[in-house]
Nanobody
Framework: QLQLVESGGGLVQPGGSLRLSCAASGFTLRDYVVTWLRQAPGKERERVSCITLRGAGRDYSDSVKDRFTISRDDTENTVYLQMNNLKPEDTATYYC?????????????????????WGQGTQVTVSP
């Protein structure tokens, strides 16, 4: 089955850290640009970070820059999102999405139809 599976979410106190994983099965993730997005209840979906092929390019939204780090391990067919100094406003469902292989650049699009694969999401809650 061709799919992306996110994991690593949970409940954490403000200032804490989590590492999210986005694992691909049934296809080779190294051929795809991977984006992390998030959506909080009642809010629009937000693009958080993106990593291009072989990690050559990475970008972050202003809201997470200097706190989140995206990386990929192509031997594990997985992309990670290390989240440090978490804030209550980071509370959301986090999704990873893969785009390519003929589109090897990051995009600012946030709809499922703009990606080849989209995970089921993992919940991150930041609360005292």
């Amino acid at each position: 089955q061709l799919q992306l599976v996110e994991s690593g979410g949970g409940l954490v106190q403000p200032g804490g850290s989590l590492r999210l994983s986005c694992a691909a099965s049934g296809f080779t993730l190294r051929d795809y640009v991977v984006t992390w997005l998030r959506q909080a209840p009642g809010k629009e979906r937000e693009r958080v970070s993106c990593i291009t092929l072989r990690g050559a390019g990475r970008d972050y939204s202003d809201s997470v820059k200097d706190r989140f780090t995206i990386s990929r391990d192509d031997t594990e067919n997985t992309v990670y999102l290390q989240m440090n100094n978490l804030k209550p406003e980071d509370t959301a469902t986090y999704y990873c999405a893969a785009r390519g292989p003929s589109l090897p650049i990051c995009t600012d699009k946030t709809t499922k139809t703009d990606y080849n694969y989209w995970g089921q999401g993992t919940q991150v809650t930041v609360s005292p």
